[in-house]
């Protein structure tokens, strides 16, 4: 066990070379994430998605939330407890747009934005 109280392997697999692998999962309805998530890609169609941040992580967690189809439907993303970015949930509207977020021991922050397009 780590000091986030979930098994490394489950949630990081360190390959040679200097390879890190990271879980992805994929949902399409509301989700709640937990310990071992790191990547959320989301398909909204034409509803909204609601993905909660994991409840009590480690200070310093990161995990990434994204976009990926074109429907209309929006991600609303929003902490377990704290705020993002000082509001009560950030929201992704655009075909692959997403956020990295940062947990600070009691709120998340975004670190870095997901672009639709890679310049």
């Not at 993905?51 to 967690?61: D, F, H, Q, W």
């Not at 990434?64 to 929201?91: F, H, M, N």
């Amino acid at each position: 066990m780590s000091e986030s109280g979930i098994t490394p392997a489950a949630a990081v697999t360190a390959l040679g070379a200097g390879q890190l692998v990271l879980p992805v999962t994929a949902k399409a309805a509301n989700y709640p994430m937990v310990a071992g998530d790191s990547t959320v890609l989301v398909t909204t169609a034409a509803g909204a998605i609601a993905i909660t941040l994991p409840a009590a992580p480690v200070t310093g967690r990161v995990v990434w939330v994204k976009k990926v189809d074109a429907g209309a439907g929006t991600v609303v993303i929003t902490p377990a407890a704290g705020t993002l970015d000082g509001a009560a949930s950030q929201t992704l509207t655009g075909q692959n747009t997403g956020i990295m977020v940062q947990f600070d021991g009691a709120n998340w922050w975004t670190i870095a934005e997901i672009a639709p397009t890679i310049l």
